[in-house]
């Protein structure tokens, strides 16, 4: 392999890891709350399911499903619950 590569190399690497942990980190967030009922961020009781994105495709495997807060209109991810299927 050519030398003049690897510096490239390493900065994919490097991105890629960052992904994987940043996504990592989402999962475990999200599966560590009970149930969705109030928004994080402000605790208002008005939320409902966000419009999924190209990458929340893999977080259904885990179901992991994106919500929004209508009051402050933060997203942030949690378990699927019976409510919203």
Do not use: H, Q
């Amino acid at each position: 392999m050519d030398s003049r590569f690897m510096p490239a190399i390493i900065v994919v690497a490097a991105l890629l890891l960052g992904l994987a942990l940043t996504w990592l980190s989402v999962i475990v967030v999200a599966r560590s709350r009970r149930r969705v009922d109030l928004c994080p961020s402000c605790n208002s009781n008005r939320i409902r399911p966000s419009w999924p994105r190209v990458t929340d495709v893999f977080l259904r495997i885990s179901s992991i499903a994106a919500f929004r807060c209508e009051a402050c209109l933060k997203r942030f991810y949690g378990r699927k619950s019976l409510r919203y299927r």
